[in-house]
């Protein structure tokens, strides 16, 4: 919404709790004329009961539900009627009054005539596109509704279907209906402001109060183009706003549907010796900032729209190819999220066969000093792969960094390439799992218990970890001691076979045991 001085954005928040009290009385009015109809309509399926197979329900057998309906709709037109009506004219005093709440309170009093409701029905009733507001709402929600309902209903009980779902198209009918009101009350609501704020700003001229008449476009993305120039300009001597050869004195005035339905420009009185900064609330973060005309705004905030779109995009890959919840990574950062996608296509990619049984990639707080983990279970039989990875290591590309740059300089791990690196290591264990129930199971199909029972032991054992190790070592002539495979691999490939595969592949300088554990894994672990 617009904010300019404390006098416009008390004005402002009182239009707006006005417009959010007649949605709720609306959504209300149309709750209690669906659950009615809903109510009739369960008579009548209870009254006429089951039938055989071959009889179909008709809509004139509803007899309970067409009485409903016509009380329904007569009792619907004349409260829709009441509450908008109401809702124009105490929202059209409000937007008449502001230019004159501002000057006298600033100022002095003035003798400014007082805008009647005789005046502000006139307005509500004038005919938009040759249809007054009452015919709009009599014929265009709720005769259409009744129509609506009646159309559905036949296609209901010409395909036999239940109560439950005729109940179910009531309600979404009324819903439809809801927002046409809804729209409809918007629109006129503002057209109704437009008129009676161009009443002020001609009655303020006549009593020599020296003002702008400026338009503001609301912030937000949903602004039509051509209004969104018009934000900051200000009127011509006649007092007329001019767009590609359109002529309006007010928003909602051009007289043309495209450009006035669910219009949510509005014009200020700036006046003229009014030295207080323009402000107005981005309605996409709630702050108030100071006044910029709508290009200049769209300017500011592109990059963190594009920021904003570049993550829900990151969220839903994450969630549709790995099943990462988003709400595991809130505080972590984009950039991270982006590697953790990027890195873990291309290892799927590199590492055939991996991504059918990896099931879930999650960030957690249970891994302590851990960073990563690969873990394999059996659902119902079938093998199952996963990955965990420490939510605090991962919250900054910076930060899983400058963790692999200690860990190596410690001689603990290999050097790594990144989060790249550390996924890697993960998912040479994904490929150690899927050789082993190769080996004693099976991959695609259920997997008995002496199956199962193999591949834990297997697993346990390191028993193919061992077969790459032991291969690797005699090819290249080093022995099998812990203190010359932690001078050449780090102390964590020492813990036991499986680490020593992990750490050797996913060894960003190119060791010869790097290179030879990878001919060997590729050759054996298909």
Known sequence: MTELNRFQREIEFLLKKADKSTDRRLYDLYIDTIKDLKKSLLVDYQRIGELKSSEKLKLSQMTALLEQLERSSSELKKELKNEITGHLIHTGQIAYNELFYEYETSYAGINFALLKEDELRTIIET???????????????????????KDDLNRVFLNGDSYAKAAARLAEQGYSSYRRAIMITRTEAGRVQAVAREKAQVEARNLGIDFD???????????????????????????????????????????????????????????????????????????????????????????????????????????????????????????????????????????????????????????????????????????????????????????IQKLIDVRVADGEWTPKNGINGI??????????????????????????????????????????????????????????????????????ATENAAEFVAEAYSDASNSEIAIEVRRLVDKKWR
């Not at 005919?127 to 309902?149: M, Q, T």
Request: aromatic share 6%; with cysteine.
């Open 127 to 149: 005919p938009i596109a040759n249809f007054k507001l009452s015919e709009r709402l009599d014929d265009g929600v709720v005769e259409r509704l009744k129509s609506n309902i």
């Open 213 to 399: 008449k400026v338009w503001v476009a609301t912030l937000d993305g949903r602004t039509r183009h051509n209004h969104a120039e018009l934000d900051g300009a200000k009127a011509d001597k006649d007092g007329y706003f001019e767009i590609n050869g359109l002529r309006t004195k007010q928003p909602h005035m051009f007289g043309v549907a495209s450009e006035d339905v669910n219009c949510r420009c509005r014009t200020i009185s700036r006046l003229k010796d009014d030295k207080t900064p323009l402000l107005r609330r981005d309605n996409e973060t709630g702050e108030i900032v100071e006044y910029r005309n709508y290009q200049e705004w769209e300017k500011a905030t592109l990059e963190r729209r594009l920021a904003t779109n570049e993550r829900k995009s990151i969220d839903n890959r994450l969630y549709r190819k790995y099943h990462i919840d988003n709400s595991q990574t809130k505080d972590i950062s984009t950039e991270t999220l982006k590697s953790v996608n990027e890195s873990l296509d291309k290892l799927m990619q590199k590492h055939k066969g991996i991504k059918p049984y990896l099931k879930k990639v999650t960030f957690t707080d249970s891994l302590a000093d851990t960073t990563a983990s690969a873990g394999i279970r059996f659902n119902k039989g079938k093998a199952e792969f996963s990955i965990k990875l420490n939510h605090e290591h991962f919250k900054k590309p910076e930060t």
């Open 423 to 492: 996924l890697e290591h993960e998912v040479i264990h994904l490929r150690e799992y899927k050789a082993i129930v190769k080996r004693y199971g099976t991959l695609n199909g259920t997997n008995t218990e002496a199956q199962k029972s193999k591949i834990r032991k297997a697993f346990a054992n390191n028993e193919l970890p061992k077969e790459i190790k032991e291969t690797a070592l005699k090819n290249l002539q080093i022995p099998d001691e812990n203190a010359i495979i932690e001078s050449r691999l780090g102390r964590y």
